[in-house]
């Protein structure tokens, strides 16, 4: 059984940073992408960023460029998101994704297993 956990998420003023987590457990993870992704109310979900296994090759969306850092712990096969700089249009779910295959990819299709969301919320 497969899990994917995200923590970290709350309330920041405009401006402001927050760090979420992502642990995954459950099989022998070694390969593969880790992504982020969010959804606000009313919005599909949309593609954040994400990371290859070693950590060295990164993607992020245009909006988050500058702002947001996804960084990799392989010890403890756990994601980091580090959001500085924040905006009240990051406000949103923040789901962490694993994905399979070790090509990147933005499609929250091409993601095997999913986290329950952690709520992001930042005020103006």
């Known amino acids: 059984q497969v899990q994917v956990v995200e923590s970290g998420g709350g309330l920041v003023q405009a401006g402001g940073s927050l760090r979420l987590s992502c642990a995954a457990s459950?099989?022998?993870?070694?390969?593969?992408?880790m992504g982020w992704f969010r959804q606000a109310p009313g919005k599909e979900r949309e593609f954040v960023t994400a990371?290859?296994?070693?950590?060295?090759?990164?993607h992020y969306t245009d909006s988050v460029k500058g702002r947001f850092t996804i960084s990799k712990d392989n010890a403890k096969t756990t994601v980091y998101l580090q959001m500085n700089s924040l905006e009240p249009e990051d406000t949103a779910v923040y789901y962490c994704?694993?994905?399979?295959?070790?090509?990147?990819?933005?499609?929250?299709?091409?993601?095997?297993?999913w986290g329950q969301g952690t709520q992001v919320t930042v005020s103006s």
């Open positions: 994704a694993w994905r399979q295959s070790p090509y990147f990819a933005t499609a929250s299709t091409g993601y095997n297993y």
């Open positions: 459950g099989r022998t993870f070694s390969s593969g992408i």
């Open positions: 990371i290859n296994w070693s950590g060295l090759s990164t």
